[in-house]
């Protein structure tokens, strides 16, 4: 029987990727092979003939086929032939294609509820294409020390660290991670806490969900912020809990605006989200009285205290706490890369070991090694020293910022004391903010609507969010020109 010899055009190269050539070439010979395409035996292009083919060097094929070969999926045939090997490590399984039916399934009565309850915030997954992205919450890599973070994830799978992350955790944590939290993180926050009173999260946001779980059902009564972060909301509203906003003002949630039965509040005292206001000391020490003398729980989230460069950052709610009654809340994503999902919880000890249990059901533990990373990462430096450099610049982007907004005559409705990434605008009366950041994007603007903020209004929403983590300082000038006058064309000014 002939051998089949698989033609040069079965390969495609897409010289805009971020993959390299060598990994596209290996892309499709495994992807060909696991899905069926490449019969084993099958006679590969010489590496010469693909590399004339595809117009790159005849050494990237020949490293390519030779660790396709390490791996299984080909064979030398000759000294400088490669075939298809003949068993190659697939599943032994073939796929088949389901016939389609006419039969449709009605999911709404199936499915126990629907979670789909917040107001979205959408942010463009191409974002970087922009010229001008007011966006909160993104990164500017220039800022991050990426060559530092891969040298602490190569030390993480050094032999030791990696037969220690390799293994089921079961419910633990990463020891160095937790103790650098307890030892560093949190005494910056005037918080003491010992490693039983701390569980790691996937993100602020995964420790929020634990705590409604733990804290919330059926009749209980929450209260949070208004406005107040569209997931904390929703959270809030899934437990099954009767909950009041509050409207803050400048200073934060105000305490005496507290209903009478409460289970537990939702605060972000040091950086509310998403005007950036502050809550002053005395208005915490009311909050503490009320939750000693009421019984209830204080959940704080402790977001973005690190962006402070105009003035240090006040103490956190829970270093005023003397008797167990504040959940805290922080996040290495807003200080390191949004897509790090790494945050913790600090609370009493018999909390925890619940949170830890109610974690376990759902993710068992956040990725060992990427544990172990980060606490390489905070332990040898790096983290302060990012920190140091992003208050530097956006310090810089904030001074650029507040003069051009001022300029264009827009109303900063809430901007961080000390610092912070954002400013909360207010635009005029009757602005429809969802429909100007639609068409921002025209103008290669982007900005977030305020809207998703407040879970009870219906109509729309004249404040909106201009972040500046984002943007390089250079662009911020024109892209508020652009977004003052987008705002007086929506107006007929």
């Known amino acids: 029987m002939a051998q089949a010899i698989v033609s040069e055009t079965v390969f495609f190269l897409d010289r805009t990727s971020r993959i390299g050539l060598q990994a596209q070439v290996r892309e499709t010979v495994v992807s060909a092979v696991l899905s069926g395409r490449l019969q084993p035996g099958a006679q590969l292009p010489s590496t010469r003939k693909l590399a004339e083919y595809l117009n790159i060097s005849r050494i990237t094929v020949t490293l390519a086929y030779q660790e396709l070969a390490s791996q299984g999926y080909v064979e030398t045939a000759s000294r400088s032939a490669y075939r298809v090997a003949g068993n190659p490590p697939t599943s032994g399984l073939e796929a088949t294609a389901a016939e389609a039916g006419s039969e449709e399934i009605d999911w709404s009565s199936k499915l126990r509820s629907s979670y789909i309850v917040a107001k979205q915030m959408r942010k463009p997954l191409d974002w970087r294409r922009y010229p001008y992205p007011f966006l909160y919450g993104q990164m500017d890599p220039s800022l991050f020390d990426l060559g530092a973070w891969r040298d602490c994830a190569r030390r993480a799978l050094a032999r030791e660290d990696f ?147 105009l003035a240090p950052p006040s103490p956190a709610l829970k270093s005023f706490d003397r008797s167990g009654r504040v959940f805290y809340i922080g996040s290495f994503s807003k200080s390191l890369f949004p897509g790090l999902r790494l945050g913790y919880l600090v609370a009493p000890a018999p909390v925890i070991r619940e949170a830890r249990a109610l974690r376990a059901l759902m993710l068992r533990h956040p990725p060992g090694h990427l544990q172990r990373t980060a606490a390489y990462f905070l332990a040898l430096g790096h983290h302060d020293a990012v920190l140091h450099r992003m208050r530097s610049e956006y310090h810089k982007r904030h001074i650029v910022m507040a003069e051009a907004l001022r300029n264009e005559g827009f109303t900063i409705a809430g901007s961080s004391a000390f610092g912070g990434t954002s400013f909360w605008i207010e635009g005029p009366k009757g602005l429809d903010a969802d429909l100007l950041m639609n068409e921002l994007r025209q103008d290669g603007v982007l900005i977030e609507s305020g809207s998703p903020f407040f879970p009870a209004d219906e109509g729309p929403c004249r404040f909106f969010r201009m972040g500046y983590s984002s943007i390089p300082r250079a662009n911020i000038v024109e892209g508020v020109r652009r977004t003052a006058e987008r705002v007086k064309r929506m107006h007929g000014v």
């Not at 560093?184 to 010992?194: D, E, Q, V, W, Y």
């Not at 969900?209 to 929703?234: F, K």
């Not at 000693?292 to 962006?307: K, L, N, P, T």
Request: negative net charge; charged residues 20%; glycine residues 6%.
């Open 163 to 309: 037969e220690l992350m390799a293994g089921d955790f079961a419910a633990a944590d990463d020891v160095q991670l937790v103790s650098y939290i307890c030892s560093r993180t949190l005494p910056s926050r005037g918080i003491r806490a010992s490693p039983d009173e701390i569980l790691v999260t996937v993100g602020a946001q995964n420790a929020l969900w634990i705590v409604t779980q733990l804290l919330l059902y059926r009749g209980a009564h929450a209260v949070c912020e208004n406005p107040c972060h569209p997931d904390m909301s929703a959270s809030l509203r899934l437990s099954g809990a009767e909950v009041t906003a509050i409207d803050v003002d400048k200073e934060g949630l105000p305490p005496a605006a507290l209903p009478g039965r409460i289970d537990a509040v939702f605060v972000t005292p040091s950086h509310h989200s998403p005007t950036g206001a502050t809550m002053p000391v005395d208005r915490r020490a009311s909050l503490l009285a009320a939750a000693a003398e009421r019984d209830f729980i204080i959940v704080e989230d402790d977001y973005e205290f690190e962006m402070s460069f």
